[in-house]
């Protein structure tokens, strides 16, 4: 995060990265430019832990650390006897029963033992039971509870969990038939992890939250926490030297919690940047992006089965500069940038050619030597940069090759002559710009996903805007997938103020069956807006003038003036989400029927306070929403791009699970089972 009093205090993504390498240099903090060699030693951690350090710290980094080794604690683990072993586990009964086991079978010389959230008192007894009867007392170095139990994706984003997320899903939370005890059980789950996130960043927030939801649960709880542990002064984790000085800023932060239910529409909603398109459409998860590369059937003999297809796996980083300067653009200019890069790339790679060229000449050409003086200097510098330019390259071919496989699925249906893969990543994007000279172009738009379209009209529709063609055409036009189908209709059932009638709804429902639709998620939704009667859930996404911009033809027209028949050019206009737009009117402390009735609470303050009214008046410079039930990109977003027109505020964006509409569209499914 740049600029203002939070960068100063580090971002959550600094902060807890170097709670991990202050951890793994045995609880001591690490020196950056430390000339003595670190200390060997092996890293222990199940999934969670693996989960929580894979975002943050490469292989590198854990080797620079000294990490020799990095094992699942549950995997079969040979003795090393002389080097020192550091834990991060879930104090689950199973992580220790195996950690007694490791103790048994003196698999180390000593054990660092770091959990993830904190230990019980029963568990930790069961420990030092297992220590003393292995004669292992004096091994077990130091044991840690570390709070690090959530997930940093970005410098402003986070998510509580990845492993078991279904028992913090927005299907774990709506159950008809969940018990008191299990929704205890996922509300204590969720609160566990703010807890942590909170004790990391150092602050104690002041707590808004809705009436009546999930959402009201989780701040009750978190109200308590944060009370009990403040109350115990001597042993609180919000005081002290361990959090820095000026700690968040010197205003405490805003924390509105938003019940996944406030808005059902948007994790439905079809996308167009970047890193939003990758979530939605490809395998991504973790900053990891899991692509698929078919080998073709060249040289098989006839009939012969396809070969298997190689995976690869990208990591789309911090370190990324182009996937951190692009992820929030249109995807368009995402293709478009990736040529240019390429492009320059190839011009400096042709210019240090071109200078070796030159030095190699030999024999008493006099302008040849003159040349050799002139460009000696050129050389050196080009020479110089060839580490930058190698890692550009890089980052071209892992770009290309993503961008190509979104491409693949907004053309996933196309019925074109091309055999797309006999080309390369390169070929794939130059043929775009070839095809949009010519009359393929035609053909590719009428059989196309038309991601771009559904794109469009969602946007309409969410905005209250006429749609140019019936919805019952669109469902009953061929072109589109069955869920693509659903995800439209659900977004209009959601954000319409008058139900259909019977009738009318009989109409749309053959219609998706006949699209080969899975009916369950309406039937969910049916229920749900039945329930809730949309009183207290916002359904206006801004009545703008909002104009999509279609994603495909902008590929295949950016640069050029000459717009072809049928081909949508259009301009997208910054709008609030409804979640942004809840944010935004507590953090302006704006007085707005949507948000005037949100429960306040301050945990520092000596009694709990019931009231709604808040007692601080002036504005908030920074604040975290979060989303109990799943959150997405789109909003995560939106909220970056409302934090760009608002100078010097900070917004911290946090889910209990991320999901993209294929994910969020099979727990409706789900719901909806009769």
């Given amino acids: 995060m740049v600029g203002g009093k939070m960068a100063a205090a580090a971002s959550i993504r600094e902060r807890q990265t170097v709670a991990l390498k202050r951890m793994l240099n045995f609880n001591v903090p690490h020196v950056k430019n430390s000339t003595g060699e670190p200390v060997w030693k092996v890293l222990i951690y199940d999934r969670f832990g693996q989960d929580i350090i894979s975002p943050l710290l490469s292989v590198k980094e854990l080797r620079d650390m000294g990490i020799t080794l990095h094992l699942l604690l549950h995997s079969d683990r040979d003795p090393i006897p002389d080097v020192p072993a550091v834990y991060f586990v879930m104090p689950s009964e199973e992580n220790i029963d195996r950690m007694c086991q490791d103790l048994r079978n003196q698999l180390y010389e000593s054990y660092y033992l770091n959990f993830i959230s904190a230990i019980s008192r029963s568990k930790l007894e069961d420990i030092a039971n297992a220590a003393l009867a292995a004669s292992a007392v004096t091994q077990v170095a130091k044991v840690f509870d570390q709070y690090l139990n959530f997930i940093t994706l970005e410098d402003d984003m986070f998510v509580l969990c990845n492993q078991n997320k279904e028992l913090v899903s927005y299907r774990a939370i709506n159950r008809p038939d969940i018990t008191d005890t299990e929704m205890e059980t996922v509300m204590d789950t969720i609160v566990d992890s703010l807890f942590c996130f909170f004790v990391t960043l150092g602050a104690v927030p002041i707590i808004r939250c809705s009436r009546g939801t999930a959402a009201e649960m989780v701040a009750v709880k978190l109200d308590k926490k944060l009370r009990e542990n403040l109350r115990d002064a001597r042993n609180s984790l919000f005081t002290g030297d361990t959090l820095g000085a000026g700690q ?275 039937q969910y939704i049916k229920q749900w807006k039945a329930f809730a009667k949309m009183a207290s859930a916002p359904t206006s996404y801004g009545s703008t003038t909002t104009k999509p911009m279609g994603l495909l033809s902008r590929v295949m027209n950016t640069g050029s003036q000459f717009v072809m028949e049928g081909v949508k050019n259009l301009v997208l206009k910054q709008q609030n989400l409804p979640v942004t737009r809840i944010l935004d009117n507590l953090m302006e402390m704006k007085s707005n029927p949507e948000t005037d009735d949100y429960r306040y609470f301050d945990p520092k303050m000596l009694r709990g306070n019931e009231s709604s009214v808040p007692r601080n008046k002036n504005p908030f410079q920074e604040a975290i929403v979060f989303v109990v039930g799943g959150g997405n990109y789109i909003e995560y977003q939106n909220l970056v791009d409302y934090r760009k027109g608002k100078q010097g505020k900070h917004v911290l964006y946090g889910c209990s699970e991320l999901f993209n509409a294929t994910q969020f569209m099979r727990q409706l499914s789900q719901l909806g089972q009769k």
């Fill in 248 to 522: 968040f800023s010197f205003q405490r932060p805003l924390l509105v919690l938003v019940d996944r239910n406030v808005d059902l529409a948007t994790p439905l909603h079809h996308t167009w940047t970047y890193q939003a398109l990758v979530h939605d459409v490809l395998d991504f998860h973790l900053n990891r992006v899991n692509l698929e590369e078919s080998l073709g059937v060249e040289n098989s003999p006839a009939g012969a089965r396809p070969k298997r297809k190689n995976k690869k796996s990208y990591d789309l980083t911090p370190i990324d500069k182009f996937w951190q300067k692009h992820k929030g653009s249109p995807f368009p200019e995402v293709a478009e940038s990736v040529q240019q890069e390429l492009e320059y790339y190839r011009a400096q790679e042709d210019e240090v050619k071109r200078l070796k060229s030159i030095m190699g000449l030999e024999g008493e050409d006099e302008g040849a030597i003159s040349m050799i003086s002139d460009n000696t200097a050129k050389l050196t510098s080009a020479v110089s940069s060839l580490p930058e330019l190698l890692e550009k390259k890089r980052l071209i071919d892992l770009h290309t090759n993503v961008a190509t496989a979104v491409l693949e699925h907004i053309k996933q249906t196309f019925l074109l002559d091309i055999d797309w893969q006999q080309h390369s990543s390169y070929q794939c994007l130059y043929l775009i710009k070839v095809l949009r000279r010519t009359e393929l172009f035609h053909k590719v738009t009428g059989m196309a996903r038309k991601l771009d379209v559904y794109f469009e009209y969602e946007e309409k529709i969410m905005s209250k805007t006429t749609l140019d063609k019936s919805l019952l055409d669109i469902i009953s036009d061929p072109d589109g997938t069955p869920e693509d189908k659903m995800r439209l209709f659900l977004i209009y059932y959601i954000s319409t103020q008058q139900v259909p009638s019977e009738a009318d709804l009989e109409q749309y429902k053959k219609a998706l069956t006949d699209a080969g639709c899975n009916l369950n998620p309406l």
